[in-house]
């Protein structure tokens, strides 16, 4: 597997309405959103994918991602199941994650689980861009 | 000055919509919204402040928080002041900034920039919770 970094983020836009997780060691913030018109800088701090939307920008270094991970869990509110890709550091933490956003608890849009597996299936549970 | 981190958080209300930005070793999320209805709760990881919004969702580790820094500066694009609070860690690194959120370039609401100063006048550039 050949797959860059940049291909996978911009895959993710089949993924539809996502929510956004970036933790510091004293905050969280989590935003939803969808993925699209990312756009590419190369500065000091390593190579990075931006967005800006109205609601809300975004900003990933890329040189910073050692490997994604695709994982499901169980709500801590409501029975259901969650759809994750984790984007790991040298550490193996999370530095940013992306769930597949639900509407009431569990629902998600038609074609958005199976966008998930599809992604999944063709990268692997775990990969190293 | 025996202000709270929690008294501090309710008065920061006064500011209207801000621009939160919380920072992980490899990405940046920011969101535009208001603090309102703030609820806490103390978890194994320490006092968490928390807020739950239509758009996002946001939660301080209150414990982290060993500084606090009102600042002033220029923004990247556009010829405007920009004004901030910053959550330092014990490194005096900012886990959490929160800007007034501009409209057009430099364009505040009214009254904004008048209820940081007097934020910043009653608990001065720096203070330690």
Same mark, same amino acid.
């Given at each position: 597997?050949? &797959? ?5 983020? =911009? ?14 060691? +004293?905050?969280?913030?989590?935003? @939803? ?7 590419? &800088? ?5 190579? !990075? ?12 270094? +890329? ?7 695709? $994982?499901?869990? =169980? &709500?801590? @509110?409501?029975?259901?199941?969650? !759809? &994750?890709? @984790? ?5 193996? $933490? ?12 569990? =629902? ?11 992604? @999944?299936?063709?990268?692997? $549970?775990?990969?190293?861009?």
């Amino acid at each position: 597997m050949t &797959a860059t970094l940049k291909e996978f983020l =911009e895959a993710c836009e089949s993924l539809g309405i996502l929510r956004f997780i970036v933790t510091s060691d +004293m905050a969280v913030l989590e935003t @939803r959103g969808t993925i699209q018109k990312l756009f590419y &800088a190369e500065l000091p701090k390593g190579q !990075y994918a931006n967005m800006h939307q109205d609601a809300f920008e975004f900003h990933l270094n +890329m040189d910073q991602v050692k490997q994604i991970k695709f $994982e499901t869990g =169980e &709500a801590k @509110r409501g029975n259901f199941t969650t !759809y &994750a890709i @984790r984007f790991l550091n040298e550490k193996a $933490e999370p530095g940013l994650s992306l769930f597949l956003q639900w509407g009431k608890p569990g =629902e998600y849009e038609p074609g958005q689980v199976e966008a998930w597996q599809a992604l @999944r299936d063709q990268y692997g $549970e775990t990969w190293k861009p």
